[in-house]
T-cell receptor, first 109, second 114 residues
Framework: DAKTTQPNSMESNEEEPVHLPCNHS???????IHWYRQLPSQGPEYVIH?????VNNRMASLAIAEDRKSSTLILHRATLRDAAVYYC??????????WGLGTSLAVNP | NAGVTQTPKFQVLKTGQSMTLQCAQD?????MSWYRQDPGMGLRLIHY???????DQGEVPNGYNVSRSTTEDFPLRLLSAAPSQTSVYFC?????????????FGSGTQLSVL
């Protein structure tokens, strides 16, 4: 199965942009890239997803490399409430979600 | 709008005991699923349902049973708990037309089996 690789942890300052990287070198052409985040003591929360083109929504932007072997989740202005574990996930065969281990993001005031 | 509600939040069982983890959603979502989250591993799918009366196995179904008699409820049953089932359990739901695109998760049940 395809898998994702993320840094264990990252740190950012409040109101600065954050770029969270994800490697998925074994991705197939039909696999979607999803991002969820998990705040302490809560369930995961959907952030964004995409296939080939970059995607934007009110929470974040997703930049997908041209060869699709990597992607970056961009938080444009980090707030203290953005401190969470961010998961990069592959949706394989339009069915199975393969979760990575996530990046724990700390936001400094 | 409560979303996805899981009960209980915490549970301690002895090996061999049975229990049911409850999950309810008020969004009229057709798709519901159960995941477990263990340290050092990504979330793993236990069972899922695409509608009332329809259930199927995920990647780690052994030791767990489910049923779906209504759209709203999707309970997870442990018939004979084992220490290997110590985990945090999450229920999720979504619309059928985006069933694996945007999942809504409950806040989880932390289960310890002694």
């Amino acid at each position: 199965d395809a898998k994702t690789t993320q840094p264990n942890s990252m740190e950012s300052n409040e109101e600065e942009p954050v770029h969270l990287p994800c490697n998925h070198s074994t991705i197939s052409g039909t696999d979607y890239i999803h991002w969820y985040r998990q705040l302490p003591s809560q369930g995961p929360e959907y952030v964004i997803h995409g296939l080939t083109s970059n995607v934007n929504n009110r929470m974040a932007s997703l930049a997908i490399a041209e060869d699709r072997k990597s992607s970056t989740l961009i938080l444009h202005r980090a707030t203290l409430r953005d401190a969470a574990v961010y998961y990069c996930i592959l949706r394989v065969n339009n069915r199975k979600l393969i979760w990575g281990l996530g990046t724990s993001l700390a936001v400094n005031p | 709008n409560a979303g996805v509600t899981q009960t209980p939040k915490f549970q301690v069982l002895k090996t061999g005991q049975s229990m049911t983890l409850q999950c309810a959603q008020d969004m009229n979502h057709e798709y519901m699923s159960w995941y477990r989250q263990d340290p050092g591993m990504g979330l793993r799918l236990i069972h899922y349902s695409v509608g009332a009366g329809i259930t199927d196995q995920g990647e780690v179904p052994n030791g767990y049973n489910v049923s779906r008699s209504t759209t709203e409820d999707f309970p997870l049953r442990l018939l004979s708990a084992a220490p290997s089932q110590t985990s945090v359990y999450f229920c999720a739901s979504s619309r059928r037309d985006s069933w694996n695109e945007k999942l809504f998760f409950g806040s989880g049940t932390q289960l310890s089996v002694l």
